[in-house]
């Protein structure tokens, strides 16, 4: 087994590295006085200069995946990105998750990572044109709206937002929440799922649609905080929408086909919160390792008291291993298909969250008092993170899914 990188994987990961620490790492300073100045729900003009730098570096929609992998586009019509391998990619992505906002300057953050994909894979061609171009080109931003409070949405099948057909158009009633991106200016379009049929067979229930933001009925009533953070200007927000017409040409690949699509969308997007997050656990152990290193408790060095260097070790060989998971799944995405490399991604999926937590844990013990402030950001990406146990499909669904295919394995084999 060779786990040496090519060229071409070596080539990309660099490129993303150098231009982070030349463009991103030195200007984060001002990226947080933008934040906390004036509004919350803004567009912040650091990233937008750094976008522009990052574009003509053609360093853009690295997350696009290879033709290889999807269905022909009509040459005068391609979305092309930089068509790197999902291996190449998380190499590349987990150096964007070592600075919260490095991933949305080579236009590569979620939701629109997954909404992209969606329109390339299920959209008609006047969908791409519409909205597919927009996105790529970083003039819009967009939502996905899926979950909702009344119901336990880790069974998508549980969705109760209504779809009613009314000639050329859907009406659609229901309650969304967590639905990320709503809060940014930009956000001009969301993918709505909900159900077109509650008598068809459980899984052809549910449909999903194209929602423009600006539609009569839609109503953002609220953003909400994660741990008290409110995570503009992107955020997540609960969306009411109230007899909103949309019409019957926004629906994606057909009605009835929402369930598939979305177990299509989420299979990327899982990976590509796991790539990030390895790199927010590198950033943690490197803030934790210089915060040893630099102070000294009842007289020497906190590095040199045994329970640090335990801790350490521990998570430089968590990090390691997840990584190498991490790799394997984005590895057999590429070569087998996202459906032969479903258990990876549900492993590395309840994995890296999981080590990150621990790490980011630690980091803030070893920062005393200061860990908990906003003075440095381990509170915030703990907070992040956090989420991600849920995002995508919670813990325990991954974990069942697990548990099946190893009771799978043996169900033939058990003693009589």
């Given at each position: 087994?060779?786990?040496?990188?090519?060229?071409?994987?070596?080539?990309?990961?660099?490129?993303?590295?150098?231009?982070?620490?030349?463009d991103?790492?030195?200007?984060?300073g001002?990226?947080?006085?933008?934040?906390?100045?004036?509004?919350?729900?803004?567009?912040?003009?650091?990233?937008?200069?750094?976008?522009?730098?990052?574009?003509?570096a053609?360093?853009?929609?690295?997350?696009?995946p290879?033709?290889?992998?999807?269905?022909?586009?009509?040459?005068?019509?391609?979305?092309?990105?930089?068509?790197?391998?999902?291996?190449?990619y998380?190499?590349?992505?987990?150096?964007?998750?070592?600075?919260?906002?490095?991933?949305?300057?080579?236009?590569?953050?979620?939701?629109?990572?997954?909404?992209?994909?969606?329109?390339?894979?299920?959209?008609?061609?006047e969908?791409?044109?519409?909205?597919?171009?927009?996105?790529?080109?970083?003039?819009?931003?967009?939502?996905?709206?899926?979950?909702?409070?009344?119901?336990?949405?880790?069974?998508?099948?549980?969705?109760?937002?209504?779809?009613?057909?009314?000639?050329?158009?859907?009406?659609?009633?229901?309650?969304?929440?967590?639905?990320?991106?709503?809060?940014?200016?930009?956000?001009?379009?969301?993918?709505?799922?909900?159900?077109?049929?509650?008598?068809?067979?459980?899984?052809?229930?549910?449909?999903?649609?194209?929602?423009?933001?600006?539609?009569?009925?839609?109503?953002?009533?609220?953003?909400?905080?994660?741990?008290?953070?409110?995570?503009?200007?992107?955020?997540?927000?609960?969306v009411?929408?109230?007899?909103?017409?949309?019409?019957?040409?926004?629906?994606?690949?057909?009605?009835?086909?929402?369930?598939?699509?979305?177990?299509?969308?989420?299979?990327?997007?899982?990976?590509?919160?796991?790539?990030?997050?390895?790199?927010?656990?590198?950033?943690?152990?490197?803030?934790?390792?210089?915060?040893?290193?630099?102070?000294?408790?009842?007289?020497?060095?906190?590095?040199?008291?045994?329970?640090?260097?335990?801790?350490?070790?521990?998570?430089?060989?968590?990090?390691?291993?997840?990584?190498?998971?991490?790799?394997?799944?984005?590895?057999?995405?590429?070569?087998?298909?996202?459906?032969?490399?479903?258990?990876?991604?549900?492993?590395?999926?309840?994995?890296?969250?999981?080590?990150?937590?621990?790490?980011?844990?630690?980091?803030i013990?070893?920062?005393?008092?200061?860990?908990?402030?906003?003075?440095?950001?381990?509170?915030?990406?703990?907070?992040?993170?956090?989420?991600?146990?849920?995002?995508?499909?919670?813990?325990?669904?991954?974990?069942?899914?697990?548990?099946?295919?190893?009771?799978?394995?043996?169900?033939?084999?058990?003693p009589?």
């Open positions: 087994m060779d786990f040496t990188l090519t060229e071409r994987e070596t080539h990309f990961r660099d490129r993303v590295r150098a231009f982070i620490d030349a991103i790492r030195p200007r984060h001002e990226y947080l006085a933008q934040s906390h100045e004036g509004e919350r729900w803004k567009v912040l003009p650091v990233i937008e200069e750094v976008k522009e730098r990052a574009r003509a053609g360093l853009w929609n690295l997350f696009m290879p033709r290889s992998g999807r269905p022909p586009v009509d040459d005068s019509f391609a979305f092309e990105g930089t068509q790197l391998t999902n291996l190449e998380a190499l590349c992505a987990e150096e964007m998750g070592r600075i919260g906002w490095a991933s949305e300057c080579f236009n590569c953050s979620a939701p629109d990572t997954g909404n992209m994909e969606v329109f390339l894979r299920y959209g008609t061609r969908q791409k044109e519409r909205w597919l171009r927009p996105l790529m080109n970083a003039e819009i931003r967009s939502a996905f709206l899926m979950t909702e409070p009344q119901v336990a949405s880790s069974d998508a099948t549980n969705i109760q937002t209504a779809m009613m057909r009314d000639g050329d158009d859907y009406v659609v009633n229901g309650r969304k929440w967590w639905s990320s991106g709503v809060g940014d200016p930009r956000c001009k379009v969301a993918i709505l799922m909900g159900k077109t049929d509650v008598d068809a067979p459980r899984h052809q229930q549910q449909s999903m649609m194209i929602l423009d933001m600006d539609t009569p009925g839609v109503t953002i009533e609220r953003m909400l905080s994660v741990y008290g953070y409110d995570h503009a200007p992107h955020g997540h927000g609960e009411v929408l109230d007899n909103v017409r949309i019409p019957a040409a926004n629906v994606l690949l057909g009605e009835g086909r929402g369930f598939e699509i979305a177990q299509g969308r989420l299979g990327p997007g899982r990976i590509h919160h796991c790539m990030r997050t390895i790199g927010v656990a590198e950033s943690a152990i490197e803030a934790m390792a210089k915060r040893l290193l630099g102070r000294v408790a009842f007289g020497k060095r906190i590095a040199d008291h045994s329970v640090w260097e335990q801790r350490i070790a521990k998570a430089r060989i968590d990090i390691e291993m997840t990584r190498l998971l991490c790799l394997k799944a984005a590895d057999m995405m590429d070569k087998a298909g996202n459906k032969a490399a479903q258990l990876e991604i549900a492993m590395i999926k309840v994995a890296a969250p999981t080590m990150a937590l621990q790490i980011l844990d630690d980091a013990q070893a920062h005393g008092g200061g860990g908990v402030s906003e003075d440095f950001s381990l509170a915030h990406d703990w907070a992040s993170v956090r989420t991600l146990r849920f995002a995508d499909g919670p813990d325990e669904v991954h974990n069942r899914s697990i548990a099946r295919a190893e009771f799978g394995r043996h169900t033939n084999h058990v009589q």
